[in-house]
């Protein structure tokens, strides 16, 4: 009677362990199938009692009715179906108590395969948060060099622009020069 018990303890235990959807629903299932099992098995084992009890019940009732005088004719039977009703009502109390343990087992089994949801929603967000701040960074970093670039090319321009005005100076230079060689040879 007490295998399960054990059955559904271990299978609530392997479901706390798990952290994914399929296995929470997959353990949630096991669970439930589990505890019907145990009421099955319980309802039968008490079914088996109770029809136990009441041949047993017979001889006893006999024995009464045999030993006292016989106030009535129908002790017996009645003595015999109080002992059948009162095997019923057990009968009866056990199986809405197996019920409620199915119950209960079906309801933490629910509650852990929701929690075991919403964790991995959590997961999730925070997987996508990530990507968002990586990709933003991403984004902060490549917008950054290609400001340096376009700044190095700036410099790079006007590098070019110097160079190109000293260029110029020189070649004024030489044509200043070349003019006073020749007015000079011009007045020799």
């Known amino acids: 009677m007490q295998q399960p018990y054990v059955l559904l303890l271990l299978l609530l235990q392997q479901t706390e362990q798990t952290d994914s959807r399929a296995r929470a629903a997959s353990a949630a299932a096991a669970a439930a199938a589990a ?28 024995g009464v009715a045999a030993d006292t005088p016989e106030p009535a004719a129908s002790d017996p039977s009645i003595q015999t179906k ?7 009502s057990s009968s009866s109390s056990s199986r809405q108590q197996q019920q409620q343990q199915t119950a209960a087992a079906q ?11 919403q964790q991995h929603k959590q997961q999730q967000q925070h997987h996508k ?15 950054k060099q290609q400001q340096q670039q376009h700044k190095q090319q700036q410099q790079h321009k006007q590098q070019q622009q110097q160079q190109h005005k000293q260029q110029q100076q020189h070649k004024q230079q030489q044509q200043q020069q070349q003019q006073q060689q020749q007015q000079q040879q011009d007045y020799l």
């Open 35 to 62: 505890a019907a099992a145990f009421v099955a098995v319980a309802a039968a084992a008490h079914d088996a009692a109770a029809a136990a009890a009441v041949p047993a019940a017979a001889p006893a009732a006999e």
């Open 82 to 88: 109080q002992t059948t009703s009162n095997s019923l």
């Open 107 to 117: 309801t933490t089994a629910a509650e852990q395969q929701h929690k075991q949801q």
């Open 129 to 143: 948060q990530q990507q968002q701040q990586q990709h933003k960074q991403q984004q902060q970093q490549q917008h």
